[in-house]
């Protein structure tokens, strides 16, 4: 039944329906004058603004018409069509901030429903790292809606968040654009407020994926981790290398009498099943010196974590590594 109506309504806009308008939206942007039509009976159903604008006590003015000079005429009909339609909008093609000016409208003449159809396009419209921090400077601008700003500025901080559990993120290229600097900050303090978990796979916050391991300089630093064994790396050709030569607190001496030289680690190549279970490939074993130039990166996100023992070679009699492939042993034989 309320959709028929509804439909109706929609059908009334067109000037051969026989119901002619009542009421003319003069709306006011960029030097000109736009004018859009309606009916007076329609708007006063859903709006108690324009009920008391329209057939309150009489306050002096023109009731036929209603002059708009903060909203642009896209906003105005978009505004009409939610009146009218109540639903295909189209509203998803829309910009943040055409769909922030139109809440502005649904707030000044409080629409019935109107607020609430918008924080809903709004929660769905996709946030990148690209448009994070324009996203937030229009949260920023509009903040005097303030329940929709918040939304949005909430949504941004979580997304945010989410990043830099799983990525190293360098906030300067966010920072770039100077008229967003305020902004940016803001949403920078804002993240930095929330309570951030450790990644699941390294264990670490932020995540080691993706960061360079550095020289031996990292050793002063007690929360730098170090280079387990099992611990998979990357290399500048997108290699993947397993750790299985080192253990925590080992270190060679390449540098002579004068103390430690470069830190070594005995690494296997690695590639991965279509299951993502790795596969260390025998005789195809690296020493990785670090301090020599290398550029090696972490990579915790490939399988899930650390390389499991199972597929680590194992020491001999000898104390030598085996280079015959993969152990079958379920644990460590160091």
């Not at 009916?39 to 002059?67: E, Q």
Request: include cysteine; charged fraction near 25%; charge should be negative.
């Amino acid at each position: 039944m309320w959709s028929s109506i509804k439909q109706n309504w929609s059908c009334a806009r067109d000037s051969s329906s026989g119901v002619p308008t009542d009421v003319t939206f003069q709306v006011k942007e960029k030097g000109g004058i736009y004018e859009v039509k309606a009916h007076k009976y329609y708007l006063a159903l859903v709006s108690p603004v324009f009920k008391t604008h329209f057939f309150g006590p009489f306050l002096g003015g023109n009731k036929d018409i209603v002059k708009i000079d903060d909203a642009p005429v896209e906003a105005v009909k978009a505004m009409l069509d939610y009146i009218y339609l109540g639903q295909e909008l189209g509203w998803e093609i829309k910009t943040l901030e055409e769909m922030f000016e139109i809440a502005c409208l649904a707030d000044k003449y409080d629409v019935v429903g109107m607020m609430e159809t918008v924080k809903d396009c709004v929660e769905k419209m996709p946030i990148s790292l690209d448009s994070v921090v324009e996203t937030a400077h229009i949260a920023d601008k509009f903040s005097f809606i303030g329940e929709l700003s918040e939304l949005l500025l909430s949504k941004c901080t979580k997304f945010l968040s989410q990043v830099l559990c799983s990525h190293v993120l360098d906030f300067s290229g966010l920072f770039s654009k100077s008229e967003f600097a305020s902004s940016a900050a803001m949403l920078h303090s804002l993240v930095l407020k929330v309570d951030l978990p450790d990644c699941s796979n390294c264990d670490h916050f932020p995540c080691l994926h993706g960061q360079l391991v550095p020289d031996e300089s990292w050793a002063d630093d007690p929360d730098y981790p170090c280079l387990d064994r099992g611990c998979l790396l990357t290399d500048e050709d997108g290699g993947h290398w397993t750790v299985f030569g080192y253990e925590p607190g080992d270190m060679f001496f390449n540098g002579g009498s004068e103390g430690p030289g470069e830190f070594v680690y005995f690494a296997r190549k690695t590639t991965f099943t279509t299951d993502g279970k790795p596969h260390l490939i025998k005789d195809e074993d690296v020493q990785i010196v670090l301090g020599d130039g290398a550029c090696i990166y972490f990579d915790c996100k490939k399988c899930d974590g650390a390389v499991p023992a199972v597929h680590l070679p194992k020491r001999d009699a000898m104390n030598m590594w085996d280079t015959e492939g993969n152990t079958d042993s379920n644990t460590d034989s160091d």
